[in-house]
């Protein structure tokens, strides 16, 4: 006698059922971003800041809430880790952007200065990070100084006039004229440091744009100030890192860096010999980290 086999089809497996987002999950997403958003504060320094990267980071579903938290506020987000937190920068239809004329009518009543704030902003990042591997090296540290920043561009003001003399361009531009093409110009008239009464440095003056800069940088979690020589030095966060990676295609920094001009530094003065090379135009979209 045989027994009877009845064949079937094999149970579909269900698919994994995906919790519903509540209010509870939007809140610490958001809580995230808002721990984002306060540059100066260190994961390391705050328990609850920690735990939510470590939710983002094991968590994909929450993840994602914390990313749609963060688009929906026009932030890019740049990275979530330990060393840099949440890193986001701001997409130029956010509300959390700054542009440049905004930055430079709070820095200075002259209109006229607003190249040359974003000029000093360009070459504070191209002396931070002058190759492209230190920016590739999570575990590289750039250096600057107020003076050596200005040293700089004036080096780099002589190379770009040399090369307009060569090509008999018009190497006397107007002060208000649009771009960055009339900057360096502009930069290398203004006096270099200048001061008031009581010594203190001239906010006109070419250090103290650069001042402004690197203040501004500091508040902004980009920059620690480590010792009041040469001006004033300082040394670059993770979160500056990320945001030179993430504009690394500015051709205006490509262009500032293919001047040869800049070496990797301790954040003094010393430069290196300009080479001969093409192109040497600043292009118009130098206003790092801001929007035009």
């Known amino acids: 006698m045989s027994e009877h086999v009845e064949w079937s089809e094999p149970e579909t497996a269900a698919a994994p059922a995906i919790a519903p ?6 809140a610490d997403a958001a809580r995230l971003v808002a721990f984002g958003l306060q540059p100066k504060l260190q994961p390391s320094r705050d328990q609850e800041y920690a735990e939510l990267l470590r939710r983002y980071r094991e968590d994909p579903p929450f993840a994602r809430l914390a990313d749609a938290v963060a688009a929906g506020l026009g932030l890019v987000v740049l990275e979530v880790s330990p060393r840099a937190g949440m890193a986001v920068t701001a997409a130029e239809d956010s509300v959390f952007a700054v542009r440049m004329g905004d930055y430079a009518r709070r820095a ?9 704030h974003g000029l000093a902003h360009l070459a504070v990042a191209a002396m931070a990070f002058p190759r492209p591997e230190d920016l590739a090296d999570d575990g ?3 250096r600057v100084s107020v003076n050596g920043v200005d040293a700089f561009v004036r080096q780099a003001c002589r190379r770009l006039e040399e090369r307009a ?3 008999g361009e018009n190497t006397d531009p107007a002060t208000d004229a649009p ?7 502009i930069w290398a008239r203004r ?5 008031t009464k009581d ?14 800069a690197v203040v501004f940088l500091t508040d902004s979690g980009f920059l620690q100030r480590t010792g009041d020589e040469s001006g ?23 262009e500032l860096l293919e001047l040869g001009i800049v070496p990797v530094t301790d954040g003094t003065a010393t430069l290196l010999p300009a080479e001969e090379t093409d192109d040497l135009e600043l292009a118009a979209d130098a206003g790092l980290p801001f929007h035009s």
Request: proline residues 1%.
């Open 232 to 254: 004033g030095t300082y040394r670059t966060t993770a979160r500056y890192q990320l945001q030179v990676r993430d504009m690394a295609g500015s051709a205006a920094l490509a």
């Open 199 to 212: 010594a203190r440095r001239l906010a006109g003056s070419t250090t103290g744009i650069v001042g402004k």
């Open 21 to 26: 987002v509540t209010p509870g999950d939007a």
């Open 165 to 167: 003399d060569e090509q």
């Open 179 to 185: 771009g960055l093409e009339a900057a360096w110009h």
């Open 140 to 142: 590289y540290i750039g």
């Open 191 to 195: 006096t270099s440091t200048g001061a």
């Open 108 to 116: 200075s009543a002259d209109s006229g200065d607003r190249f040359l």
